[in-house]
T-cell receptor
Framework: DQQVKQNSPSLSVQEGRISILNCDYTNSMFDYFLWYKKYPAEGPTFLIS?????DKNEDGRFTVFLNKSAKHLSLHIVPSQPGDSAVYFC??????????FGRGTSLIVHP | KAGVTQTPRYLIKTRGQQVTLSCSPI?????VSWYQQTPGQGLQFLFEYFSETQRNKGNFPGRFSGRQFSNSRSEMNVSTLELGDSALYLC?????????????FGNGTRLTVT
């Protein structure tokens, strides 16, 4: 049973617009969440994280929002750039839990 | 600072054989984790080592094993290979255990079992 779900396998966005990637989790004990970005033929790289004591964390063009009651988080990229085209993985964990990853969302940003 | 290095990058093996994959973490990182990535399955956790001790193990059969050396380098072994073991195997290191210590991944070893 998937504890971390990324229900959109792919997302297509125009350059300059906002990209919104979504992630849902089922384990209410998770208290730390991360986003990773993966280019083809490379390993994932850490992008941004958020602790459950916050509901928003921002780093440049990237913002992660956390809705604990809905067990939902989202990654916003504004403005989107062609170089953002990659697979984005959501991960959740905390405490004694090892990071559990979603299956990823492939983002394509069109020029 | 050098990143996480995984060797080899590509490997082709036959069913029933065994394979050993190697991972050199970022200098100073004592935690090493291994993940399996297959199409449509995301990243499945295999195991985590910290200071030569296995701290966590994922839901994989006993054919999958690993170890960590005193210099934090890690190896992963798969015995009696099956076709379903074909995947990208990713190693990641971090300063310490815990989800709040972000993982730094290598570029992976692509294993093909024929």
């Amino acid at each position: 049973d998937q504890q971390v779900k990324q229900n959109s396998p792919s997302l297509s966005v125009q350059e300059g617009r906002i990209s919104i990637l979504n992630c849902d989790y089922t384990n209410s004990m998770f208290d730390y969440f991360l986003w990773y970005k993966k280019y083809p033929a490379e390993g994932p790289t850490f992008l941004i994280s958020i602790s459950s004591i916050k509901d928003k964390n921002e780093d440049g063009r990237f913002t992660v929002f956390l809705n604990k009651s809905a067990k939902h988080l989202s990654l916003h990229i504004v403005p989107s750039q062609p170089g953002d085209s990659a697979v984005y993985f959501c991960a959740a964990g905390g405490g004694s839990y090892i990071p559990t990853f979603g299956r990823g969302t492939s983002l394509i940003v069109h020029p | 600072k050098a990143g996480v290095t995984q060797t080899p990058r590509y490997l082709i093996k036959t069913r029933g054989q065994q394979v050993t994959l190697s991972c050199s973490p970022i200098s100073g990182h004592r935690s090493v984790s291994w993940y399996q990535q297959t199409p449509g399955q995301g990243l499945q956790f295999l195991f985590e080592y910290f200071s030569e001790t296995q701290r966590n193990k994922g839901n994989f059969p006993g054919r999958f094993s690993g170890r960590q050396f005193s210099n934090s380098r890690s190896e992963m072994n798969v015995s009696t290979l099956e076709l379903g073991d074909s995947a990208l195997y990713l190693c990641a290191s971090s300063l310490r255990t815990g989800t709040d210590s972000p993982l730094h991944f290598g570029n992976g070893t692509r294993l093909t079992v024929t």
